[in-house]
């Protein structure tokens, strides 16, 4: 490993291990958000679902931020509705519940047919409810970018460390490729905020030019293969954004009972972090 990337790579533990806040939202559902995240981790894995999957939920293989024609839509025209529906089969392995995920126009198209929708936009790769777990969870944005910071001396550690954060693989692919744009492309800005010790959002609200340039550079892509996004699932983040830009709803639809031990993957990663650091 070379000193000047060891630089780098404390520079930005520095940046987002330290100065950012951390991402607090409210209880959903009546339901204390981290046993309801843990519980949509263990019921949600994309192994559960049911064929035909959507036709966006992949592994994203090939970067595509080095392709000019990508992403065919600009986030503004993602257009419906991505559902679920879970099935009466189960896996005979977990004893879970098999559920199948897919696109429809309209709310109420889903709802006509027996689906309950689980973020706006198109179904891709983040869309299973694994990932909706994670996202769900609280303290998100500083261990990903610690797993990008691992990323910038192993791809391999960097996916296994989203992993362990509870992505599936396919959303921890489409991860991957962002904060690796993000990385070549704002890290002078970035850096700049750290210096300026730059919260998230500007006074008037907007975003700083860190997670600007980020919004800019690595966001349309990262919409378009990724499919969910906080926002687009109503998760609230540490990073504000106009209400106008969060879908209004609520995950409701487990099954069963929620008494499950809180989830400590994000405590896995700092003590990861640490050991990285000796
Ligand atoms: C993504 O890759 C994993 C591991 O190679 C594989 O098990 C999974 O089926 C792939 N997902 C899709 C949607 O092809
Ligand atoms: C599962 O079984 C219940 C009760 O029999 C039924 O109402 C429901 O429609 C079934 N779900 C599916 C997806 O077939
Ligand atoms: C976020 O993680 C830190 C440790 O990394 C922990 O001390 C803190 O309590 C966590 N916050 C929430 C709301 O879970
Ligand atoms: C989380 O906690 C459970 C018990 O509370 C433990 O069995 C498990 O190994 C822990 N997971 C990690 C990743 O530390």
């Known amino acids: 490993m070379k000193s000047s990337s060891l630089a780098v790579g404390l520079f930005l533990i ?5 100065v950012f806040a951390e991402d607090i939202g409210p209880d959903t559902c009546g339901q204390d958000r981290k046993v ?23 592994n994203v293989t090939e970067d595509p931020y080095e392709d000019p024609n990508k992403p ?7 257009p419906g509705f991505c559902a679920m529906q879970w099935s009466n089969e189960t896996d005979p392995e977990s004893g879970n519940r098999l559920y199948t ?6 709310v109420v198209e889903a709802q006509s047919a027996g689906f309950i929708i689980t973020h ?6 983040c869309s299973s409810l694994q990932d909706l777990g994670v996202y769900m969870s609280r303290n998100l944005t500083t261990p990903t970018r610690w797993c990008g910071v691992l990323g910038l001396f192993s791809p391999e550690l960097e996916i296994q460390c989203m992993k362990d954060l509870g992505f599936s693989e396919e ?39 860190c997670l600007q340039c980020d919004e800019d550079l690595s966001g349309p892509n990262f919409k378009y293969y ?31 009972t929620l008494d499950f031990p809180s989830d400590n993957s994000t405590e896995s990663i700092w003590s990861e972090a640490l050991e990285f650091l000796g």
Not at 172 to 195: D, G, M, Q
Request: with cysteine.
């Open 14 to 18: 520095a940046i987002f291990g330290s």
């Open 36 to 58: 309801l995240s843990s519980w949509f981790i263990s019921h949600g894995s994309p192994r559960l679902l049911l064929a035909p999957l959507p036709p966006l939920f992949m």
């Open 72 to 78: 065919p839509l600009s986030p503004e025209d993602i």
């Open 101 to 106: 995920l897919q696109n429809f126009d309209t």
């Open 120 to 125: 706006e936009g198109q179904c891709a790769a």
């Open 171 to 209: 959303c921890a692919s489409i991860w991957h490729w962002n904060v690796k744009n993000t990385r070549s492309k704002c890290l002078e800005v970035c850096i700049k905020s750290f210096i300026e010790d730059e919260p998230f959002n500007k006074p008037d609200g907007s975003l700083n030019d």
């Open 226 to 256: 990724s499919g969910r996004t906080r926002r687009n699932s109503g998760i609230p983040s540490a990073i504000q954004r106009p209400e106008s830009q969060i879908y209004d709803m609520e995950h409701c639809y487990w099954y069963g």
